[in-house]
């Protein structure tokens, strides 16, 4: 599942094509549809970064690819002119190497969506003044759960770590952020910030609903949250919360 070291890894096998001019092709007929290769064909790819949960390859001329992996796309990297099995969504061939993505990811061109996206939480170091700060303005009556998940205040935190930096924090997923102070919240983006950077760590609350809590042996709950009903997952004891505590 790309969240967002997963994506950071992504980012640094692409690094190999950087300076190459690319050889771009779109296998698959839902990208071929998009026209995108026919727009980077024949430019140099100038840089790749992760932002958020977003790759950036910025090609010369300003054109820049963002792709969003969800929860399927890959990207892999392999010598250039290599077998190509079934219909990927890109092949990006250079001077070596070639990148061939697969599964179903957004393509786009262009960087305004980058653009409105808040602080990376793996910026290293991460800016965590600046989210508060976007958290702040955001609408307060919105619950600290589903604000987490909301790129354009804070890009990066996926679902997984949304529930495991609320639980190391002790924050319950539905406090208003009204209901928390900025010490609070600041507790939760540190948290994530350093779980992601974990080579592995074990898991609290994610996946956990109905198995006894880790630290109190309550049993780790798990509702849908927010617009998109992403599934937060909590201790009722440890994230006691202290606005309307749902059960
Ligand atoms: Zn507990």
């Keep these: 599942m790309p969240e967002g070291d997963s994506l950071h890894r992504a980012a640094e096998r692409l690094r190999v094509l950087e300076g190459d001019v690319i050889a771009a092709e779109a296998p698959h007929p839902r990208a ?3 026209g995108l290769a026919e727009r980077i064909d024949g430019r140099r790819l100038e840089r790749v970064e992760a932002v ?3 790759l ?3 090609f010369e001329g300003g054109v820049v690819l963002r792709s969003h992996l969800r929860m399927r796309g890959r990207w892999h990297v392999q010598r250039a002119g290599g077998r190509i099995v079934g219909k990927p969504w890109l092949v990006l061939r250079g001077h070596r190497w070639e990148a061939v993505q697969r599964n179903g990811p957004v393509l786009e061109l262009g960087a305004l969506a980058v653009a409105r996206l808040g602080p990376d939480i793996m910026a290293d170091p991460p800016d965590l003044d600046a989210m508060v700060a976007r958290l702040r303005a955001a609408e307060q009556g919105r619950e600290i759960g589903d604000a987490l998940l909301d790129q354009r205040l804070v890009a990066g935190i996926g679902n997984l770590w949304r ?3 609320l639980f190391l924090a002790g924050v319950s997923p539905w406090d208003r952020l009204d209901d928390v102070s900025d010490e609070q919240i600041r507790c939760v983006l540190d948290e994530a910030a350093r779980a992601m950077r974990a080579p ?3 898991r609290f609350a994610y996946r ?3 198995l006894p809590c880790r630290r109190c042996g309550t049993r780790i709950l798990s509702r849908p949250q927010g617009n998109h009903a992403r599934l937060a997952y909590w201790c009722p004891t440890c994230q006691r919360g202290t606005g309307a505590a749902k059960a």
């Design 163 to 165: 529930a495991e930096a």
């Design 32 to 34: 071929a549809a998009l």
């Design 52 to 54: 958020g949960k977003n």
């Design 56 to 58: 950036l390859l910025t």
């Design 208 to 210: 956990r609903a109905g």
């Design 200 to 202: 592995r760590s074990r």
